[in-house]
């Protein structure tokens, strides 16, 4: 199955070469929000086959210490574990990766809410959860038959849970893009919600690397599950306040290169900078600042494309990053918009005002722009 998907992806890389364009602010393409399972070779494939130009995925950890790309230890969801090995639901009934090794992970097939759309009858392909080793060394392969490097953002999940069953998430990731990197790459990144994991990563990992990796400091709301603390009453979830403070903006500056920010925690309703003085804070500080996932705020809002909605937040308010499924759609607009900037157009043209623009130039006949009472007719 996947040698006939890599065939297909060659092709569409053959029909729609990348453009050469490179923008000044960072989209980021999420591997986990395709029509295709997330954590697979196959995601790769097509973000890449559909124009990214950096990747982000989560990574867990097996039983038997391999580094396998996930967006939880919950495999319950992504994967038909019931049906393969009922026997290894905990008390929670949960699927967990640190209860399975390699071998009976790669006997997992992963599963997605598209196989419903196929007809009846006919059966959803086999697509398994890649190692990232294997992640690591396909998108090297793609680097040199493209002749472009791809960025990596890898997301380390649950931190707190690897760390309670004694395996450090953090160094065996970075132990293995050391042997995929070099050290002329600058589009590495580290994500983490665990402040205390990435500034001991930060202290005790980059300083062994031979290559620039960016620390990325992601920050959830308050119930959230990504990083919690043991505390008399159990496991509780991680409060983020203290990292929207002054205070603790001075403490993300000493081992963070770039914060994370889900859209609700910056922006309001109306896609308005809902915090400024804490970005501009951050800016002097020499942080960057990143939406994720920024599909989260295309999808609520029924106002504004997803195009309008990144144009606002990387130009106008001044984020400098977003990661999204979206980027097929928004690398050539922003791409254009800069363009057009370059050239002293302020906004990129739609196709249509392309297209008449093209019938002027050449002389063709000309394109009705008025209606019968003499006011212009609108084609956006």
Excluded at 42 to 64: N, Q, Y
Excluded at 191 to 199: I, S
Aim: net charge negative; proline share 5%; glycine share 6%.
């Amino acid at each position: 199955m996947f040698r006939l998907f890599l065939a297909s992806f060659m092709l569409a890389l053959t029909l729609f070469p990348a453009a050469a364009f490179s923008l000044q602010k960072a989209v980021i393409t999420d591997c986990s929000a395709f029509c295709l399972p997330g954590s697979s070779l196959e995601s790769i494939a097509l973000a890449v086959a559909r124009g990214a130009v950096s990747l982000r995925f989560g990574v867990v950890m097996t039983r038997d210490g391999q580094v396998i790309l996930a967006e939880d230890i919950d495999l319950s969801g992504i994967t038909n574990a019931a049906t393969v090995f009922p026997e290894k639901a905990d008390s929670d009934g949960l699927y967990r990766s640190l209860d399975f090794s390699l071998k009976e992970i790669q006997q997992l097939s992963l599963v997605s809410e598209e196989e419903t759309l196929l007809p009846v009858g006919v059966p959803a392909p086999t697509i398994r959860i890649a190692t990232l080793a294997d992640a690591l060394g396909f998108i090297r392969l793609l680097e040199k038959r493209f002749d472009k490097k791809i960025g990596i953002m890898i997301e380390l999940k649950k931190c707190w849970a690897h760390r309670h069953q004694g395996k450090d998430l953090a160094a065996e990731t970075i132990s293995l893009m050391t042997l995929f990197s070099s050290a002329d790459r600058d589009n590495l990144f580290i994500a983490t919600y665990d402040p205390e994991e990435l500034e001991r990563i930060h202290k005790t990992l980059i300083p062994t690397i031979p290559f620039k990796i960016q620390l990325v400091q992601l920050i959830d709301t308050n119930d959230g599950t990504e990083t919690m603390r043991y505390k008399q009453s159990g496991w509780q979830p991680y409060n983020y306040d203290w990292l929207l403070t002054k205070f603790g903006l001075k403490a993300l500056s000493s081992f963070a290169d770039i914060i994370g920010f889900k859209p609700e925690l910056m922006l309001d309703p109306g896609a308005n900078h809902a915090n400024p003085a804490y970005a501009e804070d951050a800016r002097m500080l020499g942080l960057k600042l990143f939406l994720y996932p920024f599909d989260r705020y295309t999808d609520m809002s029924s106002t504004y494309r997803p195009e309008q909605l990144a144009e606002q937040c990387l130009y106008t308010i001044g984020f400098d990053g977003i990661i999204t499924s979206k980027s097929d759609r928004l690398i050539p607009y922003l791409e254009e918009r800069e363009r057009n900037e370059a050239e002293g157009t302020t906004h990129p043209k739609n196709r249509i005002e392309q297209m008449l623009e093209e019938y002027k130039k050449e002389g063709d006949t000309p394109v009705k722009t008025e209606d019968k009472h003499g006011q212009p007719i609108s084609f956006l």
